[in-house]
């Protein structure tokens, strides 16, 4: 049966260039990360030297101009990088895709000194950063964060509590949105933060049901000084920059979900193939045959609708709706592929000795990160039928 066992996804890849990028990503991920995900994330180690490897390789910038040490490839490609990264170890995929949010605003909103000054180091120098917009009581409502930017002079003093960041504590930098005017969306502000900036402390990492080996933690500012040189944009336009980073990041979630689902796919065929049970191959009965097929044609369909709204943004088109659409469809495509990989493997699949509940556990928190698959479905809604009218 080994000439049926799972292969490698067959991508449709725009370049040679982008294709041999595909190649090193599968070899660094079979060889680098792979092998030691189920270890860690039991543990729940932080493998801050795969993002070391992953920055030397390359791959920490890709959608971003080669000027600044990025990779200049289409969304298309780097999403794709994403989803091999996540089916080798979700805490790898998402911390890339996190940190690609983080760079976002500085990339489009920032004047060419600040990219000057500080995108190198962020694209390819070795950091690692983080994205700060939820709070403690402003999640879906992030518009209504409290986090507040005092004006001193030339520089901005940041007071308030951000939660559930991604990075939390290990960041070397973070992008913050914080309250410099009035209530709502018009008073906030972007910023970029240093790491080991006085007066930003990080609490302890939440304790989670999955992604263990991924710090996610409150951060307190406590009157941290920001020189207005690190502020991102204008006054005022920080929810616009959030927004916009946000759209981008979706197609990641979604392309993040697609590779875990990949892998628990993968696993499950594996295992059918070879269980035996009443003198045959498991896969050879109908009802889990069936179960395959759904599995891998929600793969596909999934693949297929992030791709068609990474080409609209690499096109320069709107694609806000399909990237709510995307981030809808595949994780909750992940949470039940993920399911049902367990269920093919019966009771094995609920022990840790195969990775499948680990993935399982690891693709309910894709519905609700980046906004919640209840907001996507509020977006799209937007986009058909206008603002609600109550």
């Not at 490839?73 to 996540?86: I, M, R, T």
């Not at 990219?115 to 950063?129: I, K, R």
């Not at 507040?148 to 007071?159: E, L, Y």
């Given at each position: 049966?080994?000439?049926?066992?799972?292969?490698?996804?067959?991508?449709?890849?725009?370049?040679?260039?982008?294709?041999?990028?595909?190649?090193?990503?599968?070899?660094?991920?079979?060889?680098?990360?792979?092998?030691?995900?189920?270890?860690?994330?039991?543990?729940?180690?932080?493998?801050?030297?795969?993002?070391?490897?992953?920055?030397?390789?390359?791959?920490?910038?890709?959608?971003?101009?080669?000027?600044?040490?990025?990779?200049?490839?289409?969304?298309?490609?780097?999403?794709?990088?994403?989803?091999?990264?996540?089916?080798?170890?979700?805490?790898?995929?998402?911390?890339?895709?996190?940190?690609?949010?983080?760079?976002?605003?500085?990339?489009?909103?920032?004047?060419?000194?600040?990219?000057?000054?500080?995108?190198?180091?962020?694209?390819?120098?070795?950091?690692?950063?983080?994205?700060?917009?939820?709070?403690?009581?402003?999640?879906?409502?992030?518009?209504?964060?409290?986090?507040?930017?005092?004006?001193?002079?030339?520089?901005?003093?940041?007071?308030?509590?951000?939660?559930?960041?991604?990075?939390?504590?290990?960041?070397?930098?973070?992008?913050?949105?914080?309250?410099?005017?009035?209530?709502?969306?018009?008073?906030i502000t972007a910023f970029l933060v240093p790491g080991d900036a006085e007066g930003l402390t990080a609490a302890v990492p939440e304790k989670k049901m999955g992604m263990k080996g991924s710090p996610t933690a409150q951060l307190h500012f406590d009157g941290v000084r920001v020189p207005d040189a690190r502020r991102i944009g204008e006054e005022g336009q920080g929810f616009t920059i959030a927004l916009a980073a946000l759209d981008a990041g979706r197609l990641g979630i979604a392309a993040c979900a697609i590779g875990v689902a990949q892998a628990a796919m993968d696993e499950a065929l594996t295992y059918a193939l070879d269980r035996k049970q009443f003198g045959h191959p498991i896969a050879d009965f109908q009802g889990l045959r069936f179960m395959l097929a759904d599995m891998a044609t929600k793969i596909e369909a999934g693949r297929a609708l992030y791709l068609a709204a990474a080409r609209l943004r690499d096109a320069g088109k709107p694609f806000s709706r399909q990237a709510a659409m995307a981030k809808l469809f595949c994780t909750d495509a992940a949470m039940a592929v993920t399911t049902d990989a367990v269920q093919v493997l019966g009771g094995y699949g609920y022990t840790a000795d195969f990775p499948v509940e680990r993935l399982m556990r690891e693709a309910k928190v894709l519905q609700i990160v980046e906004g919640t698959n209840q907001i996507q479905r509020m977006v799209i809604a937007r986009h058909l039928a206008g603002p609600e009218t109550r």
């Open positions: 049966m080994p000439d049926r066992a799972p292969q490698p996804v067959d991508r449709q890849l725009p370049t040679e260039e982008s294709r041999d990028l595909l190649a090193l990503v599968r070899e660094i991920a079979q060889r680098e990360i792979r092998p030691n995900a189920a270890d860690e994330e039991d543990s729940g180690r932080f493998p801050r030297e795969v993002f070391t490897l992953l920055s030397e390789a390359g791959l920490l910038g890709l959608p971003y101009p080669g000027e600044y040490g990025g990779g200049e490839q289409p969304y298309e490609v780097y999403l794709q990088v994403l989803e091999e990264l996540a089916a080798a170890r979700l805490t790898v995929g998402l911390g890339v895709s996190v940190h690609s949010l983080a760079c976002h605003g500085l990339a489009g909103y920032g004047t060419k000194e600040q990219q000057g000054a500080h995108l190198p180091a962020m694209l390819g120098g070795g950091l690692l950063g983080a994205y700060c917009l939820s709070e403690p009581a402003a999640g879906s409502d992030a518009a209504s964060l409290t986090t507040k930017a005092v004006r001193d002079g030339d520089d901005w003093i940041i007071t308030g509590t951000k939660a559930w960041i991604t990075h939390g504590g290990v960041a070397d930098f973070y992008t913050v949105l914080a309250r410099t005017g009035v209530e709502g969306p018009k008073g």
